[in-house]
């Protein structure tokens, strides 16, 4: 990597080509509902049972990870069913500080919880945090702090004074002295269902730039495992080697928006529309989900034990960098004139960053679609294809698409980086084969080739392409053991 400015050292580091979201996703997921939520009228009568009836159902409705038993979290459809303005306002009713004013008083209070207002974001997970660690009662200090759902999820610290773990707010660093007065088990507490109400939300449009959650342990992806009826189950990855382990999970409605079209500010009856469910509203018009099934292959990038960190992030962020370089070629350089090669190329949807607090490592997750089986299996689903003269154009045309396809990759140039470093660029995948050609069933009925497995390319400068012998060129981000068979089988 000499050469390359420290800037821009990674591509998942460049803010041209890559938003790195810290946020959890949370300013998207607000501007997809934010034509949903609209006051609405809100009944006086108070529950008394409604704190321990808000605790049941949300404890009833956690759900486990993927990534771990233990690792759950409550889906952001489910919490929004649960904790409805009425039951804000139910809940306010009720709290030792609020109950004895008016309605109208609290009706605002438990709207300004909803919502949130200009001094401050909503505080409704907040609220309900507490509520689960029975300590409810200490929620008008900690707002009077300046805390909101915009702060969570709280991240545990070490103290490097007395070793105890205090929870630190991303936004305000020391500025909520409350909940560090709290006893260290009920910090725990808070810091583990600061989590489980907060889970990512994903969001993936073909047009704009690729996105990297940076997470913390112990954060829960909104995904949980599907192990199907085993269709498509050698789709991903059928030879993970030590690579790499794929796990194919589910994506609920709530837990990402995965679009085919991307969905831009536009100008409708003389109004600026800026929310993705406003457009749909005042348009009428409902793009095309990517992926209606929602099943995905979630791939996680293993670290060889020789490998320090450093390299691992090499491995992962290449790549990244191969998915941005092969899909910026097919949609502007010359080459997309010759065919829609875009949709030969498995498409990245997202990548995860899950950091350790203590040992400052990082474990990488990349998000992709799961497919319904590799050519293999394509060719045993389809043995009556073979021999049928009435195919011989779909077929014809598919391979001449992959070619196209495998030609983003492998020629021309791309500045990728910064003008007076990685100015040249070209790629390689290295390893094709049957099982890195994958299938998809279209809703159409049709069946879409795709060329899976970019993170055993290259990208290397046009003075190192050209004559050299393949069996010469060294793998970049692939370990020994892992080099192509075409390669190690001669």
């Not at 938003?19 to 108070?46: C, F, K, M």
């Not at 702090?145 to 702060?151: F, L, N, P, R, V």
């Not at 004559?467 to 001669?490: A, C, E």
Request: with cysteine; net charge neutral; proline share 5%.
């Amino acid at each position: 990597m000499a050469g390359v400015p420290e800037k821009h050292k990674f591509v998942i580091d460049d803010p041209r080509k890559v938003l790195v979201v810290r946020d959890r996703g949370e300013a998207n997921y607000r501007e997809t509902q934010s034509v949903l939520h609209v006051p609405r009228p809100i009944s006086t009568s108070v529950d008394s049972n409604v704190l321990d009836s808000v605790a049941n159902k949300l404890d009833r409705a956690l759900i486990s990870c993927f990534l771990e038993c233990h690792n759950k979290f409550v889906p952001r459809a489910t919490f929004d069913e649960i904790v409805t303005q009425q039951i804000v306002f139910q809940i306010v009713s009720n709290l030792q500080g609020y109950k004895d004013k008016d309605s109208t008083t609290r009706h605002e209070i438990a709207l300004k919880i909803y919502y949130g207002d200009h001094n401050q974001g909503p505080s409704r997970k907040l609220l309900c945090v507490l509520l689960q660690i029975e300590r409810v009662g200490e929620f008008e200090e900690l707002t009077q702090q300046g805390m909101s759902d915009d702060c969570l999820p709280l991240l545990m610290e070490q103290s490097n004074i007395d070793r105890e773990f205090r929870l630190h707010c991303r936004l305000h660093k020391g500025k909520h002295t409350r909940i560090n007065g709290f006893r260290p088990y009920v910090r725990e507490q808070f810091a583990q269902w600061s989590r489980r109400l907060t889970p990512p939300f994903i969001v993936w449009e073909p047009d704009s730039k690729h996105k990297h959650y940076v997470l913390e342990q112990g954060d829960p992806l909104p995904m949980v495992r599907d192990d199907g009826d085993g269709v498509g189950a050698d789709g991903m990855m059928p030879e993970e080697g030590g690579f790499s382990e794929v796990t194919r999970v589910r994506i609920d409605a709530s837990g990402g928006r995965f679009t085919d079209h991307a969905v831009s500010p536009v100008v409708k009856y003389g109004l600026y529309v800026r929310s993705f469910l406003e457009w749909l509203v005042l348009t009428g018009i409902h793009p095309q989900l990517h992926n209606p099934r929602r099943l995905y292959a979630m791939k996680k990038l293993k670290r060889n034990p020789k490998d320090d960190a450093l390299k691992h992030r090499m491995e992962f962020d290449m790549e990244v960098l191969t998915s941005i370089y092969a899909n910026h070629r097919a949609d502007h350089d010359d080459i997309s004139r010759y065919g829609d090669f875009r949709k030969h190329l498995i498409p990245l949807l997202g990548t995860f960053e899950i950091r350790d607090p203590l040992s400052g490592d990082s474990t990488y997750y990349l998000l992709f679609d799961w497919a319904d089986g590799n050519l293999k299996d394509f060719w045993k689903a389809n043995a009556s294809m073979v021999g049928d003269k009435t195919q011989l154009h779909w077929m014809a045309k598919q391979f001449s698409q992959l070619i196209g396809a495998l030609d983003c990759i492998h020629n021309g140039r791309e500045r990728l980086r910064s003008e007076r470093t990685w100015s040249n660029l070209y790629g390689r995948h290295g390893d094709i084969k049957p099982s890195n050609v994958l299938y998809f069933k279209l809703p159409d009925g049709k069946k879409l080739l795709v060329i899976c497995d970019l993170g055993l390319g290259r990208l290397h400068r046009d003075i190192s392409r050209s004559k050299q012998d393949p069996s010469d060129i060294p793998m970049v981000g692939v370990h020994s053991t892992l080099t192509p068979n075409s390669l190690t089988d001669q």
